[in-house]
Structures are given as structure tokens and as C-alpha cells.
């Protein structure tokens, strides 16, 4: 199932924000989009789970526009988890990861057998099971965020966005975040889209990377191909110099 955007325009209050973009996500990798603030990262993020209206262009999944799909047809093929997402006051780890099963529903019926067993498994894939619980409000930023993922793992999509998941995180949970995404991604071929604003972990952790400038898309292939010199300075404005990470083969951007 391919998800790509072909010559999209949007934006808001009428002022373009993405301008006739072109670009093509890869199955089962994961894939970091990187680029300044205010480059349209997160609207190109919501656009490709169909949360907004293009002006022009259009975006596919597996080659059928998104506009001419039900919103829960999507959601049951697109996981999109925003930026700091806000839980319900009070609202335990169990009852939130509970509500990525709501595209699943049928109204007014309860969640049934496989419903439960959704939310059990995306639990444990998120080591969050021993604090199904516990209240929300009283985790730590590195346990809200497993149980963010957690919920979304609960929809059971093949796709899973996520704007900025490392937003807010120490060092050590960043990894282990991204340690976890990557370990789902090796288990099952699940599709993942990232927005990162960490070039070297982009490049250690994506095995596809966009770089975005001004709502267009300078550069996508290989951390490789697009964590270059010329293509840094062109995105940001930056001289670096991108070396080979000696401990993970990875490259590893030196701001000078």
C-alpha cells in the first residue's frame, strides 16, 4: 500500500503553505521528514492523513484520492498522532489506549473480544502493560509518550504518522522511543512517517528521508543521498560537515 502526494497545494486563510509537492512514502520503512520551522512539515504530515483540504493536487493511498474515502475509512488504514497531544483529565493508561480502537466501532456497541486483545498487544509492544492503571496525568514525558504510541498501535493501521514523537524527551527516552518504533517497523513491515527536527538520529533511525524547504520538497532517497553538505546548506542555511557515524554507519551532521 503506497502513500504519495502528487503536485499538492494547501495552506490556510488562503496563504499557500505546501506548493505544488510531489513525494512518494516507501512501504514498510520509515521514513523522517526534516526541514526548518515553518516549512510545512506538520501540514504536509496532516495532509497525508487526511486532515486537510488540498487547494490542488491530490494525495493517494494505494493509487485512491483520499478525498473520495469516508474519514473512517481512513483512520482505518492512517494513524496520524499530532504534536503533544492532550489527554482527558483523569484518564488512565488502559481507558486511552482504548480509544484507538474507535475506528473499529460500530455505535452504540462496546468493544468486543478483538477489540480488548488490540489493546492488550499494544500494550505490551509499547512496555506500557504494568501501567494500564495508572493515570496519565501522573507519568513521566518518556511513559506518556509509550502510551501515545500505545494508542495509536491500537488502531492497528498500516500506516502510522507521528509529528515530532521526540518533542519534549531527554536523550535517553528519544532513543528508546525511537528504538521502539524502529523494533514495530522490523516486526511486522509497519509503514512509519516522522517528522524530527534531529538530523543524525533522523539518519540513524530512517531508512527514508525527505527534506523540506519553503513547503517544498528539496530532497527524498537515502540518509545517504539527502544528509549531504549542499543539501543542508540548501535546507537550512547551515554549513556542516556529515560524517560516517563511526558506531552505526550512519551519517553524523558537525554544525560548523
Not at 489506549?97 to 488490540?118: K, Q, Y
Request: hydrophobic content about 45%; aromatic content about 4%; some cysteine.
Amino acid at each position: 500500500m503506497s502513500l504519495e502526494a502528487r503536485r499538492l497545494t494547501l495552506g490556510y486563510g488562503g496563504l499557500p503553505i505546501l506548493r505544488d509537492l510531489d513525494i512518494h512514502i516507501p512501504q514498510g520503512r520509515i521514513t523522517a521528514i526534516i526541514g526548518p520551522n515553518g516549512c510545512g512539515k506538520s501540514t504536509l504530515l496532516r495532509a497525508l492523513g487526511g486532515l486537510v483540504a488540498t487547494q490542488s493536487g491530490q494525495v493517494l493511498l494505494n493509487g485512491h484520492d483520499l478525498t473520495n474515502l469516508r474519514p473512517k475509512a481512513i483512520a482505518q488504514r492512517i494513524t496520524l498522532l499530532p504534536q503533544s497531544p492532550i489527554a482527558p483529565e483523569g484518564i488512565r493508561v488502559n481507558e486511552l489506549v482504548a480509544h484507538g480502537r474507535t475506528p473499529w466501532l460500530r455505535p452504540f456497541r462496546p468493544m468486543g473480544r478483538e477489540d480488548h486483545a488490540a489493546v492488550a498487544r499494544a500494550m505490551d509492544a509499547a512496555s506500557v502493560a504494568d501501567l494500564r492503571d495508572a493515570r496519565v496525568f501522573d507519568l513521566s514525558g518518556g511513559q506518556r509518550q509509550r502510551v501515545w504510541i500505545a494508542m495509536a498501535l491500537a488502531q492497528e493501521t498500516s500506516w502510522l504518522l507521528l509529528d515530532e514523537p521526540t518533542t519534549f524527551l531527554d536523550l535517553r527516552h528519544q532513543i528508546d522511543l525511537l528504538k521502539l518504533l524502529q523494533a514495530l517497523n522490523r516486526a511486522d513491515g509497519r509503514s512509519i512517517v516522522m517528522v524530527l527536527h534531529d538530523i543524525t538520529l533522523a539518519a540513524r533511525f530512517a531508512g527514508h528521508v525527505v527534506a523540506m524547504r519553503g513547503g517544498q520538497v528539496i530532497a527524498q532517497g537515502t540518509a545517504d543521498e539527502v544528509i549531504a553538505d549542499d543539501i543542508l546548506k540548501d535546507v537550512f542555511g547551515l554549513e556542516t560537515k556529515v560524517i560516517t557515524d563511526p558506531l552505526h554507519g550512519s551519517p553524523l551532521v558537525l554544525p560548523l
